[in-house]
């Protein structure tokens, strides 16, 4: 009876207050949890968010001009790019003297090509440079600016040290401006010309193709989903298996389906020229531009809008169906104010869903987009492996990541990761 | 839904449904012969008679179903051999069915009996129009399976084939892809990389798993929200940090680089089907496990393993079949010594088109049926043993 009475703190058995000893057990729950965790957490972060980090870092990082012409970025600090002229001769000297050691080293050709990015030309202007200065005598060849000028007239353009001036820091948003159709004039940022935007209208295009794509998905998606949510299970499941079978075959099989259907010589003008719709020699241009782009990507990530909203559809009673129209609503009212508002965060999953992965879409463009209907991504792979223009893939990349990011964001928050079903 | 009267309809509906139909299907055959014009009157004529004899022979179906089916075959290799006999043939087996269907009222059987006529015609129509969306999702991969036989090297349908000509067809395609050490080479890399990768995710992720469904689990959002990401990062980012990336310490264009890789991409499929098994899983189960004496490790794979293995084999399947399907991240990550069959698929379909693809595109979706059909079946065999009865 005299325990009931006390007052004191509630005692476990082995004689610690009860509270201590239950945060005890949940701290030991919470890193057994996190135990089981890390191991995957590790190789996740290691293999995967580390190389995109890296990427982000490879778009503003610039060491290469202060690394390899030390001495030129120290000269050329005091000089001003607004006054016109070309700089003196103690920069043409530190020039020399880097350059030679840039040459022996062969690195002179790096540093021209990553300049060349910002002020085409320039690439050539250090690669014959390099070949002459490697056999000067820095101690007593001077003064290094006539030679320099003999060398190319390149060498005396004040726009030309401006840019190794402007490209002198370790870090650099030159790439993000590129990205933006911008670049660095002589009064800070400004647009390129127009003619030279490219980059602001492929980032257009690949939102209003990714809109086009999500939209005609919506539509093709929403009977589907419908009908297969309100069959009786046995035939539901046998048309289950029409949508999961695309979704299950190699993207590459679809996409040279695709390709194989869509050609001038292909399945579909062939029937068409059958059937005498069209002309023999007026058969439809179907590949190779936005319209091919645009039917095979809606065929594609079809399913990925029909699982979510057949998956929310599937919770819709439908007896309120029948209770709208028994009180006299048509059959349009009675499914656009009772169904469809039930529906929309189904359409609201599936659409984010098919956005996100369209908007980052390589293969399909990239096989049947021609050049009007290609993506952002297939520049980004362009300059990685082509132009090998790394820090301007990684600008677009990044750029491209936010967007993605922001819309998993916006997913989490309506939809939540955990809800994610696959099947 | 019994109390639907059905009721016979009159000759005139009948006829007038039919020859709604034939005027369509004439459209068709008379623009393909020279004159729409004529094949909608032709067609409209046609299945108007029809569908007015169809009410008085009610009861008699079988042998007018017959006499229609043959007719038209008939009609159709009159027209134009072989291939218009199979179209006809098509035609009439429909028609056959299409009139005694609307004749015998059979059509309102299902329905609600206060349906109106228009309510009843959209009913169908709507049927229709999700019947072609189906057929859009799955003619290319019909499509590409015939092809796949042909004995020329085109990507169309050649005469002979469509007259059903063993000539037309051939194995050919198969044969080089069976014998080419292009393909041999891919199909061997793609066979070497993906079960390692999966092997890694799978081991990795079902840890993992569960550990994320256990009650307390701090930062959980942030543990998933990275976990997942790797589905959600377009895949030429991916590529492109991991090419970065793995170039600095020297993985660019290795077997291991390849896997990692890979074994990254396949994580978040397999977390979320696990963690969706575990959902179900009753606790009690590890409590009384623990309570007779089993250590962790014993109730573990004693307990727990055989309930949600299942789950671990679907989500196993979903990273097999992302390694190996992948292709833009290999492109990337791997040299010409890790080339994986989508990647041989790629090269050909962007340079020299050759229709070994068809054959490869073939063998991949009966893989993938078999992949579908085996994770349907543990779908139901994990709801069964969870006591969730297959919906």
């Known amino acids: 009876m005299s325990d009931t009475t006390q007052t004191g703190p509630v005692l476990a058995a082995d004689g610690t207050p009860l509270k201590r000893s239950l945060a005890r057990a949940l701290r030991m729950q919470k890193i057994r949890a996190l135990m089981l965790i890390a191991p995957l957490l590790l190789f996740v972060l290691l293999t995967f968010i580390l190389p995109i980090a890296d990427m982000l870092f490879r778009s503003v990082e610039n060491q290469i001009v202060s690394e390899t012409l030390p001495r030129t970025v120290v000269a050329l600090k005091d000089w001003d790019a607004s006054s016109g002229e070309t700089p003196d001769e103690a920069v043409y000297a530190a020039l020399a003297e880097d350059m030679k050691i840039a040459a022996q080293a062969k690195l002179h050709t790096r540093v021209g090509s990553r300049l060349n990015y910002e002020k085409p030309g320039i690439s050539s202007l250090f690669r014959k440079a390099g070949r002459k200065v490697k056999k000067w005598d820095i101690e007593n060849d001077g003064p290094f600016k006539e030679k320099f000028l003999d060398l190319h007239k390149g060498w005396g353009d004040p726009d030309v040290w401006r840019t190794i001036q402007t490209y002198s820091p370790k870090f650099t948003n030159g790439y993000f401006l590129n990205a933006a159709d911008m670049q660095k004039g002589a009064d800070g940022a400004e647009m390129r010309p127009e003619n030279e935007r490219i980059y602001w209208t492929l980032f257009k295009r690949t939102l209003f193709m990714s809109l086009v794509i999500t939209t005609s998905c919506i539509v093709l998606g929403y009977p589907v989903a419908w009908i297969l949510a309100n069959l009786p299970s046995k035939s539901a499941n046998l048309l289950m298996i029409l949508v999961l079978l695309p979704f299950w075959t190699s993207l590459l099989v679809r996409t040279s389906a695709w390709k194989v259907m869509l050609q001038q010589q292909g399945v579909i003008n062939d029937t068409l020229v059958w059937l005498g719709l069209v002309a023999d020699d007026a058969r439809l241009v179907m590949i190779n531009n936005q319209f091919g782009t645009i039917v095979a990507m809606t065929h594609i990530l079809l399913p990925f809008m029909i699982l979510p909203m057949y998956s929310v559809m599937q919770t819709i009673n439908p007896t309120y169906l029948r209770a709208a129209k028994s009180l006299g609503a048509t059959n349009w009212t009675s499914f656009w104010r009772v169904y469809f508002p039930q529906s929309v965060p189904g359409i609201g999953a599936g659409s984010i869903l098919v956005f996100i992965l369209s908007i980052g879409y390589y293969i399909t463009p990239e096989l049947v987009g021609g050049t009007k209907g290609v993506f952002i991504s297939n520049r980004i792979a362009f300059h990685i492996s082509t132009s090998l223009n790394w820090g301007l893939a990684a600008a677009l990349g990044a750029i491209l990541l936010a967007v993605v990011l922001l819309l998993y964001y916006a997913y989490d928050k309506i939809v939540g990761i955990d809800n994610v079903k696959l099947g | ?391």
């Open chain 2, 1 to 391: 839904m019994a109390l639907t009267p059905v009721t016979p309809q009159t000759p005139a509906f009948t006829a007038g449904t039919a020859a709604a139909f034939g005027a369509f299907a004439g459209l068709f055959v008379g623009t393909a012969q020279g004159s729409g014009l004529m094949g909608i009157v032709l067609g409209a004529v046609i299945l108007a008679i029809l569908g007015a004899i169809a009410p008085m022979m009610a009861g008699k179906d079988k042998p007018v179903r017959w006499a229609v089916f043959f007719g038209f075959i008939a009609a159709g290799y009159a027209f134009g051999g072989i291939p218009a006999a199979v179209v006809g043939g098509i035609f009439g087996a429909f028609f056959g069915w299409l009139i005694f269907f609307v004749a015998s009222g059979r059509y309102r059987e299902s329905l609600a009996p206060y349906l109106t006529p228009g309510q009843v015609l959209w009913h169908y129509a709507f049927r229709v129009i999700c019947g072609v969306i189906f057929i859009f999702l799955i003619t290319p991969i019909l499509v590409v399976m015939p092809l796949s036989f042909n004995s020329q090297d085109f990507f169309t349908f050649t005469p002979e084939m469509l007259q059903f000509k063993a000539e037309g067809y051939s194995l050919k395609h198969y044969r080089d892809f069976f014998t080419n050490d292009d393909w041999q080479n891919a199909l061997r890399n793609s066979v070497t990389i993906a079960p390692v990768a999966t092997v890694l995710s799978v081991g990795f992720g079902t840890l993992a798993a569960i550990g994320l469904s256990q009650p307390h689990v701090p930062f959980r959002r942030a543990i998933m929200a990275i976990l997942i990401s790797p589905m959600i990062v377009p895949l030429i980012i991916s590529a492109a940090g991991m090419y970065f990336f793995y170039s600095r310490i020297g993985l660019q264009g290795t077997y291991l680089g390849v896997v990692l890789a890979h074994a990254a991409l396949g994580i978040p499929f397999v977390i979320i089907t696990v963690t969706a098994t575990l959902v179900g899983f009753d606790r009690s189960l590890t409590r009384a496990a623990a309570n007779m004496g089993a250590n962790p490790v014993t109730t573990f794979f004693k307990v727990q393993m055989p309930l949600i293995l299942p789950g671990v084999i679907s989500g196993g399947l979903f990273a097999f079949i992302t390694s190996f399907d992948e292709v833009v991240v290999v492109l990337f990550v791997g040299s010409a010594g890790q080339k994986t069959l989508p990647w041989q698929m790629f090269i050909g379909l962007r340079e020299q088109i050759s229709p070994t693809i068809l054959a490869v595109a073939t063998i991949l979706v009966v893989v993938s049926i078999g992949l579908l059909a085996t994770v349907e079946m543990l779908r139901r065999r994990s709801e069964r043993l969870r006591g969730i009865s297959p919906t």
